[in-house]
């Protein structure tokens, strides 16, 4: 990525009942927040309606703020098999829009989310939302579910900024 | 329903490398079975490329085969978290297709399935596989995973059928 090239990341924390999204925009080194929210489906809608709603919602997203990757986190340890079906549900909904949409899509684990943004892997919820609100420069911190979406998208664009570096290095170095 | 009337339903059994499905026409009692099959999504791709050959696969069967309703069997237990999160993003795949083309989603238990297939709610696959034969009066049991697609299908035609004839009993004792 050339200095002057800026890319707009979309970081989604996904579930059946709320879906935070986080927009920025990553030029260089510097990132700048675009858009933070959550999408809450109408929780006596049946599983079916609510997939439609997380799928339209985050759709219409992509399409006003035109972001070219989607980053979510994996999922290692779910608490149950009952969330876990419930979550995958949630999941497979964001990532069939970012990739119906022609995003690239990345996933990253929370570990590497949350020492990318705090800078160890087990940061509380609290600590993320302090982070992101220094980081992004923000008046306040953001809701829980909009925070770890942003975190998501710092990750990606930090892990992008790395293989940038790693790359004009390994240039340089062949030179 | 009107006894002329024909409904094609699309049968599903989703999972992140084999997803079956099973398409029936239901006119009035009268099943016909018009096709069934799996989508095998690329083992070594990543996830959300796998949701989307789920989603562009069944697209396109809904395209050529034009059902208006899509039964997917519910998971209650599932093995362990890791599985089920898997399955969550197979299901969530395939529920988002239906409903994004337009089809009315419906959703049963597999007590109900095997219950409306074999006639009890602990019947084996194989079992499955032997009654879907015999009721679509095929040549030979379909391959598991589309036998158990079948199988949803045939529970939703046996639901809507006995719907139907609850309704006109309740007109004819109104009259």
Redesign the interface.
Known sequence: MRPSESTRILGIDPGTRRTGYGLIEQQGNRLRHIENGVVITNSKA????R??EI?CQLSTIIEQFQPVVMAVET?F?????????????????A??C???AGLA?T?FSALQVKSAVVGYGKASKEQVQQMIRVLLNLPEPPQEDAADALAVAICHAHSHALNDRLQQTALRRGR
């Open positions: 049946e599983l079916p309606v997939l439609q799928y999922v340890l779910a608490k149950n098999a009952q969330s876990a079906l419930k979550l995958g549900h949630a999941r497979g909904s990532l069939l970012g990739m119906n899509v996933e």
